[in-house]
């Protein structure tokens, strides 16, 4: 059974930066898509980045160029470093790990951005 334990959250100023991790349990990962998805209160949660094993990235648009995910394979664990935090950015944080049709989350972590 995959587990996703994500940490990292917390709350900064605008114009900070916050490292996210996303440690993954119980699968060999090689064929997932790995992500994180977020889900900020009165909305639907949605996508921020994601990362699959043999191709490059993906992201929203809003937070291309300020946000980076990497995996590293050998620790099992998903990062997700984001720079320039605006309040825009303020939600709940999910790892998702995707396997064709069958997703897994995390319970999730919040990230708070002041103004």
């Known amino acids: 059974q995959v587990q996703l334990v994500e940490s990292g959250g917390g709350l900064v100023q605008a114009g900070g930066s916050l490292r996210l991790s996303c440690a993954a349990s119980?699968?060999?990962?090689?064929?997932?898509?790995m992500g994180w998805f977020r889900q900020a209160p009165g909305k639907k949660r949605e996508m921020v980045a994601v990362?699959?094993?043999?191709?490059?990235?993906n992201y929203a648009h809003d937070v291309k160029g300020r946000f980076t995910i990497s995996w590293t394979k050998a620790e099992n664990t998903v990062y997700l470093q984001m720079n320039s935090l605006t309040p825009d950015d303020t939600a709940i944080y999910y790892c998702?790990?995707?396997?064709?049709?069958?997703?897994?989350w995390g319970q999730g972590t919040q990230v708070t951005v002041s103004s």
């Open positions: 998702n790990a995707q396997l064709y049709m069958t997703g897994s």
């Open positions: 119980g699968r060999t990962f090689s064929s997932y898509r």
């Open positions: 990362v699959s094993d043999y191709g490059t990235p």
